[in-house]
């Protein structure tokens, strides 16, 4: 029977849609889970998310929610409450119930996974970067947080909406591999030529999605996957904005 590579999509803290999402899936013990990243933060059970996923053995990429959590988490031993008073409330509700050994957790993750020809990151790819071992921390960054480029191809900041000429994925040429990633919330999976976004929006109402890849000898069967999705129960951002 061939391995199955089953990645999901942004869950930002909704446990219960993964574990419905999970039961339609029926993940094998030969299986690969990978999330694209964005296991904490705007939804309900940020660290039950966090701890689950270590409990199942399902692996993750570093997130930009993650990232900015184990920032955070130094500067609140170092600060107090004066820094922790600064947080928003969904950032909050994650770092009262965050261990020392949550943040050694979130330390331990990569910034991308490569499955033979298969790429996982969370944000996106400038053309002309190679993945590697030892990238410094600005193109660290940028794997967590890339979504719109220039008329000149280069990353914009998410609020400069006058100089958005593209989508990343949209002009990527597809040399690091195809490519899952998620951040960038769609209503559907946002599926191009090199590479598939399943951020639709969980936590925002919309819902958790994932995408299932077989793996043989010669592979991950890239050109045939199958999509699941399980609807959001709520808008649970709302209630933790």
């Known amino acids: 029977m061939n391995r199955r590579v089953i990645v999901y999509g942004d869950i930002h803290g909704c446990l219960d849609e993964l574990k419905k999402l999970r039961k339609i899936i029926k993940p ?43 920032r955070f988490y130094k500067e609140l031993q170092q600060k107090g409450d004066t820094f922790f008073k600064t947080l928003r409330n969904f950032e909050q509700h994650t770092l009262k119930k965050m261990s020392i050994q949550d943040y050694y957790f979130l330390k331990s993750l990569p910034y991308f996974y490569k499955i033979n020809n298969l790429t996982i990151l969370h944000g996106g790819i400038q053309n002309g970067v190679k993945l590697r071992k030892g990238m410094n ?43 899952i990633f998620g951040h960038q919330p769609f209503k559907e999976p946002k599926i191009e030529e090199h590479a598939i976004g399943i951020d639709t929006g969980a936590v925002y109402g919309g819902s958790l999605s994932a995408i299932v890849f077989n793996q043989n000898i010669l592979g991950v069967d890239i050109k045939n996957y199958k999509l699941y999705n399980v609807k959001s129960a709520k808008n649970y951002f709302e209630d933790f904005n």
């Open 137 to 179: 921390k600005k193109e660290r960054d940028s794997l967590t947080l890339m979504r719109y480029l220039n008329k000149d191809g280069k990353p914009i900041p998410y609020k400069n909406f006058k100089d958005r000429h593209s989508f990343w994925s949209e002009t990527y040429n597809g040399r690091e591999g195809f490519i």
């Open 28 to 70: 094998r013990e030969k299986d690969i889970e990978i999330s694209v990243g964005d296991l904490l933060n705007k939804g309900p059970k940020s660290i039950e998310t966090l701890r689950y996923v270590q409990k199942k053995g399902i692996l993750s990429v570093v997130g930009n929610n993650e990232a900015k959590i184990m």
